[in-house]
T-cell receptor, first 108, second 111 residues
Framework: QKEVEQDPGPLSVPEGAIVSLNCTYSNSAFQYFMWYRQYSRKGPELLMY????GNKEDGRFTAQVDKSSKYISLFIRDSQPSDSATYLC????????FGAGTTVTVRA | DTAVSQTPKYLVTQMGNDKSIKCEQN?????MYWYKQDSKKFLKIMFSYNNKELIINETVPNRFSPKSPDKAHLNLHINSLELGDSAVYFC??????????FGPGTRLLVL
């Protein structure tokens, strides 16, 4: 069983919809929880990171962490075609462990 | 100004050859990493260096040898390339583990 589980999708939504992404994990030692965005044929770029359980907002993006359930989520409000990418969750103890990534397409 | 750069961007080679990938960062970070992303987009850490010292080696075959001549550079040399080595290799750097900056990747195809 992988330490970090993420549904690879793909996920297709109309422009303006809310995109909901999530990951589960098994390692209680994970301290930081990150979301990366990866456009096709590019390197991952950090979107957000959070340390504690709860919500963190950054513009149209909201990250949620529930450590008791070992569950993290990313919500994208008012999605745009430019949000079409693969979204990777990541968590760290002494190293980063990534989910498989969810491919999202926002249709204009 | 590119923060983390890698060369080459593409590498096509025959089985059994030896090849190197170079990485440079101009962010002033102390820690650099090599990751491998397979065809299913799964990203996995291979090595991590902090200030030229190896701190993470994730059960990577001995054919892979990282070298850090200074804290701004981390190179990856691969001996006796195998078909299974075909992947995208990403270099990254950070000042703290939760904020890593990735390079554009090197696409390696072994024939």
């Amino acid at each position: 069983q992988k330490e970090v589980e993420q549904d690879p999708g793909p996920l297709s939504v109309p422009e303006g919809a809310i995109v909901s992404l999530n990951c589960t994990y098994s390692n209680s030692a994970f301290q930081y929880f990150m979301w990366y965005r990866q456009y096709s044929r590019k390197g991952p770029e950090l979107l957000m990171y959070t340390y504690s359980s709860g919500n963190k907002e950054d513009g149209r993006f909201t990250a949620q962490v529930d450590k008791s359930s070992k569950y993290i989520s990313l919500f994208i409000r008012d999605s745009q075609p430019s949000d079409s990418a693969t979204y990777l969750c990541a968590m760290n103890d002494y190293k980063l462990s990534f989910g498989a990534g969810t491919t999202v397409t926002v249709r204009a | 100004d590119t923060a983390v750069s890698q060369t080459p961007k593409y590498l096509v080679t025959q089985m059994g050859n030896d090849k190197s990938i170079k990485c440079e960062q101009n962010l002033g970070h102390d820690t650099m990493y090599w990751y491998k992303q397979d065809s299913k987009k799964f990203l996995k850490i291979m090595f991590s260096y902090n200030n030229k010292e190896l701190i993470i080696n994730e059960t990577v075959p001995n054919r892979f040898s990282p070298k850090s001549p200074d804290k701004a550079h981390l190179n990856l040399h691969i001996n006796s390339l195998e078909l299974g080595d075909s992947a995208v290799y990403f270099c990254a750097s950070s000042h703290s583990p939760e904020t890593q900056y990735f390079g554009p990747g090197t696409r390696l195809l072994v024939l």
